[in-house]
């Protein structure tokens, strides 16, 4: 049966794979994006009346209620899969904790999008998800892990992707026993504007992989790489 699959930052990188993979299989596809994009028009104009794109941006708390509100007047009442995959990368790995060039302002605004941005679209959405197949995804990193980290800077993001993997698995405390299963997934390193283009891995890989994780059963730890296997928190 066709389902309803919401996903940030569907306009590019990541999220437009995942957008165009879903339409592919013949679900309905919501995404939510600051702006549109040629990609995205063409998927529109492939798939009539399947994509429903909605503008937001994911810290702004009042135009997410917005989306809701104009969603639910599009006759969508149900969301199966919510994948919170909107992110950025803003303090390099080329800058030093001391470096001058380096606005530690980032680290702010990291967090704000990061991983404040993903509770916020979960709490304007969790009213659409209460029946369905209640899969709460957030797309996370290899550098959320504590215990794993090598990294000598970069300390906005990593802070922000552990913090979103936090987030998620208070969530899954508190939904687990209405039947809500949870995924923070490391997506790998992808050729997308945030990876570059030296990245080892294909995005529309990493969501051909996304999708079948999401296809199968649930693995026992939350915070997985794309195939399911855990990862260190
Ligand atoms: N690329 C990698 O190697 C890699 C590795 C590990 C994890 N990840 C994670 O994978 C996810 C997707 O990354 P990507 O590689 O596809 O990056 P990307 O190509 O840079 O795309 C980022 C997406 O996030 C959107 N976005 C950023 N800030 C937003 C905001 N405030 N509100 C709404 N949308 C916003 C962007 O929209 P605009 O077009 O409006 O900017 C864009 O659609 C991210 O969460 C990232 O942290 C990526």
Known sequence: MAKTVLITGGN???????????????DCVVVIARKRSPEL??????????????????????????????MEADGIDTIDILINNAGVWLDFARYDFEDPAWDVRDVDRQLLINAAGPVKVLHAMIGLMKTGEKQVVGISSDTASVGGIDRKCEFGYCMSKAALNMSLRVFENRYAAGGFRVYAIHP???????????ASDDPADAAADIVALLAGPKPSQ????RKGNPMAY
């Not at 999220?15 to 013949?26: I, K, R, T």
């Not at 790998?188 to 030296?198: A, S, Y």
């Not at 939350?222 to 790489?225: A, Q």
């Open 12 to 26: 590019r990188g990541l999220g437009l794979c995942l957008a165009s993979q879903y339409l592919e299989l013949e």
């Open 222 to 225: 939350t915070f997985t790489d």
């Open 188 to 198: 790998g390193w992808m050729r997308t504007d945030m990876g570059g283009p030296q």
């Open 41 to 70: 028009d063409a998927l529109d104009a492939q798939y009539p009346g399947k994509l429903h794109c909605y503008q937001a941006d994911v810290t702004d708390e009042a135009a997410l209620a917005r989306v809701r509100q104009q």
